[in-house]
């Protein structure tokens, strides 16, 4: 079994937008999946919500060895990340289908392999480093 991280995605704008019910439906959706998770015997080590992306700061490279900061998102789109989970003891198949009950008011997710590092060495998970072979 892996660790993955799944990896939550949320437009600011809309997610101000959601009614009282949309919220409540999110939430219960998310307690659903820890208790589904817990069922699974697939361990949660660590979950976050992240504020608004307006409130973040952006650090990119200026193509010359500096860097450009810059306040609130820098991405070119309006959805952000909102927040993961750290997911152990699971599969990406099983993962996936427990995931999708996530996906709803317009939000999407990402489920990435993670990768171990001690002493600056990966020491599981190598794999998922690098894009597979075509």
């Known amino acids: 079994m892996a660790e993955f991280t799944v990896v939550l995605h949320r437009d ?3 997610d101000a937008q959601l ?6 439906r999110a939430w219960a959706a998310h ?14 080590v660590t979950t976050r919500a992240l504020g ?3 409130r973040g700061r952006s650090l990119r ?11 609130g998102p820098y991405a070119e789109t309006a959805e952000q990340v909102a927040g993961f989970y ?5 599969s ?11 996906v709803l008011n317009g939000e999407s997710v990402e489920i990435r392999p993670t990768v171990r590092f001690v002493d600056g ?13 075509s």
């Open 31 to 44: 307690l659903g999946f820890q208790q589904h998770c817990a069922e699974q015997g697939w361990e949660i």
């Open 86 to 90: 750290l997911v152990a003891r699971t």
């Open 61 to 71: 490279s200026d193509g010359r060895a500096g860097v450009v900061v810059t306040d």
């Open 121 to 133: 060495v990966p020491v599981d998970g190598i794999d998922a480093v690098s894009a597979p072979a």
């Open 52 to 54: 608004a992306a307006s």
């Open 12 to 14: 600011d704008a809309h």
């Open 19 to 24: 009614t009282d019910e949309e919220r409540a």
């Open 92 to 102: 990406l198949g099983a993962l996936t289908e427990a995931v999708s009950a996530l």
